[in-house]
């Protein structure tokens, strides 16, 4: 005779059913998420810490190519994250951003600078109109958190040596009227801080 807790057992989401789920969807190219609906199958014990490291039950995965494969079934609805791949959907705590932006390339100079970012899972974007750049600041005790956007929903936190590296390249210019101190990427400009601060 069969115990109902051993089907919960079975039939309980795991890191493993996850990423065989997700690696049989991603072989025809990137996971197409936002067009999955599956049923809600509860919250796994995974976790994305502030500095770009993923743990299951506690313990950091250690394993490159599973981040990333977990990486590319992420999806954001609403607040809350979840991996998702055709089969079922699964809830995930992320202690900030689901991504870090660990480096960026740099190509010309001026109104044709182009900034291109690469995140800890090798995820690359470039900073423009489609994946802007915004700088959060802690209301307390006024430090910058950068941030760019990687894909729908999805940002990446730029670590602080590459914002080190923006704020080497910044300039100042007028936004709606009053002058930031910011930084260009694919014709687009990007505040920082607002110049007076910088003055002040």
Not at 149 to 173: C, M, P, Q, W
């Amino acid at each position: 005779m069969t115990n109902p807790k051993d089907d919960e057992i079975i039939t309980k989401p795991s890191a493993d059913s996850i990423a065989q789920s997700a690696t049989a969807a991603s072989k025809k190219g990137p996971p197409p998420v936002h067009l999955w609906n599956p049923p809600f199958c509860g919250d796994l014990d995974m976790r994305i810490a502030r500095d770009g490291t993923w743990f299951y039950l506690g313990t950091p995965i250690g394993r490159k190519p599973l981040v990333k494969l977990f990486s590319s079934i992420i999806r954001k609805d609403g607040d809350d994250y979840f991996l998702v791949t055709p089969v079922e959907k699964v809830g995930i705590t992320v202690d900030d951003a689901p991504f870090v932006a660990i480096d960026f390339d740099v190509e010309n100079q001026g109104p044709d600078q182009t900034l291109t970012f690469t995140t800890q899972v090798d995820d690359e974007m470039t900073a423009g109109p489609d994946n802007p750049i915004r700088v959060m600041r802690d209301d307390e005790t006024g430090e910058p958190s950068p941030y760019i956007l990687v894909r729908t929903n999805l940002e990446a936190l730029i670590d602080r040596k590459s914002f080190y590296r923006l704020v080497d390249l910044g300039e100042h210019a007028d936004v709606d009227g009053e002058q930031w101190f910011g930084v260009r990427s694919n014709g687009a400009f990007f505040p920082i801080i607002p110049s007076a601060e910088l003055d002040a």
